[in-house]
């Protein structure tokens, strides 16, 4: 019996890991508890140690892939054993992994993005004593210059590029 070797969930957290270092080639027997593979997190790297013994039937995660949790690794069993398709089931994991990479990228950005100028707080705009100097005296709204440049707190240069774009445009 083939057994389908996945890459575990080494942490809450974890929501991919990259194939490191194969310590065993296809064909290899390997034992129970071997090490296998290095796996690379975020917050961690470890020997991915082999759940059965057998034989490395086929490594289906090359060397410095990023996978998520539950992809299959490599498959492990008797050289008599038919080899099961597992690629429709990892192009499965890849897509739901990319599509949830992608969906909480963008959560991100939009978590970070200034809020429109015309609903900002001006009282709640941070900028550094000069950039308020600065803003007091040419009559300049805070929250358009932070919205315009996506700045977290504005600073007398940034002032001083908002200015140079005005001037331009005039």
């Not at 975020?42 to 034989?55: A, L, M, N, Q, R």
């Not at 990023?66 to 498959?75: H, T």
């Not at 038919?82 to 978590?111: F, W």
């Amino acid at each position: 019996m083939i057994t389908k070797i996945k890459l575990p969930k080494a942490d809450a957290n974890m929501n991919e890991g990259t194939v490191g270092k194969w310590f065993v080639s296809e064909g290899d027997a390997v034992s129970k508890g071997q090490a296998l593979v290095e796996i690379i997190t975020d917050k961690t790297v470890f020997e991915f140690e082999s759940p059965v013994s057998g034989i490395l039937r086929s490594i289906t995660a090359p060397g410095n892939s990023v996978v998520p949790p539950g992809y299959v690794l490599a498959l492990v069993g008797k050289p008599e054993d038919k080899l099961p398709d597992v690629e429709e089931y990892n192009r499965g994991m890849m897509e739901s992994y990319l599509k949830e990479k992608s969906v909480s990228i963008e959560k991100e950005k939009t978590a970070k993005a200034p809020k429109p100028s015309g609903n900002a707080d001006k009282s709640k705009v941070r900028a550094t004593p000069s950039a308020k100097r600065m803003a007091a005296e040419h009559k300049l709204d805070l929250s358009d210059i932070q919205a315009m440049f996506e700045v977290e707190v504005v600073n007398e240069k940034i002032v001083e590029q908002y200015l140079e774009k005005k001037a331009a445009k005039q």
